[in-house]
């Protein structure tokens, strides 16, 4: 039996009464948290959630879908579980639709979203995630360079214990103006999180649930999922995956991607490790600045002092007021970020795992 039968009868649509602004949000809120942030089903039956569900993003994938689902249905039937397979549409202006709901007609397990326009693939993902419904979260390209049938060693992982698997493409079927950039990208994050996998923007991953429901995806930070996951604490891994080449349509992300993929590397590690101590980035900054530019200027004031030097044409005096407006400018913006940080303290600083009672 559900928890259903304690909540107090629903009122008859006639006695509603009008929905305060946000009321309706709130009440969605409010009913999620009472089962485990799942929507509430109707009937008395026992929900039955899909073990899995694949999410899959797509912008003009025409070609590729019909192969994709035969794939899908392939490996996830021989699975023997409950699936979902949950294609967002990212605004795509071929027959991409057309094709999705031709497939949904012929396959329940088949759902769709479709945004108006193309928001890009974080926010394809972040819809996929919010719908989701399974316990574990596969993602996928509609591209069919991923592999169907590496799901069931994926999810293995997350039932041994991980929360998060990424795919490895060790072997990358893809030009090299793409894999150079990539490794060096790898490289770089790797380093900088401190997360030791290989390939960060796979678009094989798997999730447990939690981690898709925790995880806020925006912008382009779908490349950093796996540093915003382990940043909340969750475990993060890694599984050699098959790549094969791309053999209808062209990839959706020119050379730019490199240039915003950095940026993007500093929001992640910003909003992950310093969101709440905005000083300890800037501040330390901002006082070996000031530290040098007052050693600087101390020294060339002595000698000017003593009659060694006119600081007329010494460069380096400017240079140390420089440090010094510099460095009170870094303390200041720390400050500030401290500032912005405490009201937003309402929001929780931790995620729970496990809470045993
Ligand atoms: N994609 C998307 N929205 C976009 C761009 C891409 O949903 O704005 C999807 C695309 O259809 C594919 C996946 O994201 O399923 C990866 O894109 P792509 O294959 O172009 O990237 P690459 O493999 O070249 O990194
Ligand atoms: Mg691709």
Known sequence: ?????????????????????????QQNQQQRQ??????QRQGNNQPQWPDLTVVIPLFNEEESLRELH??????????????????????????SFQVLRDLKRNDGHVKIIRFRRNYGKSAALAAGFDKAQGNVVVTMDADLQDDPAEIPSLKK??????????????KRRDPLTK?????????????????????????????????????KVYGELHRYIPVLAHWEGFRVGEVTVQHRARRYGHTKFGLGRFWKGFLDLLTALFTTRYLRRPLHLF???????????????????????????????????????????????????GLLGEMISKTRAAEPEYQIREFIK
């Open 179 to 215: 894999t150079i950039p990539s490794r060096f990208f790898n490289f770089v994050t790797a380093r900088m999180t401190g997360i030791r996998i290989h390939d960060f923007n796979c678009g094989l991953k798997a999730y447990r649930r939690d981690v898709v429901k925790t995880v």
């Open 34 to 39: 009472r089962h485990g942030g799942r929507p």
């Open 283 to 333: 501040g330390v900054w901002g006082l070996l600045a000031l530290f040098a530019g007052v050693v600087i200027d101390g020294w060339l004031a002595v000698e000017w002092y003593l009659g060694r030097t006119s600081l007329g044409n010494r460069p380096l005096f400017l240079g140390g007021i420089l440090l010094i407006i510099v460095g009170m400018q870094f303390i200041s913006i």
């Open 1 to 25: 039996m559900t928890d259903q039968t304690s909540d107090p009868p629903a009122p008859t649509p006639r006695e509603e009464a009008p929905p305060a602004p946000g009321g309706q949000k």
């Open 70 to 95: 035969q794939q899908l249905r392939s490996t996830l039937g021989r699975m023997n579980l409950r699936y979902e397979i949950l294609f967002v549409d990212d605004g795509s202006t071929d027959r």
């Open 157 to 170: 992982r997350i039932d041994d214990g991980l929360d998060l698997v990424s795919g490895w493409k060790r």
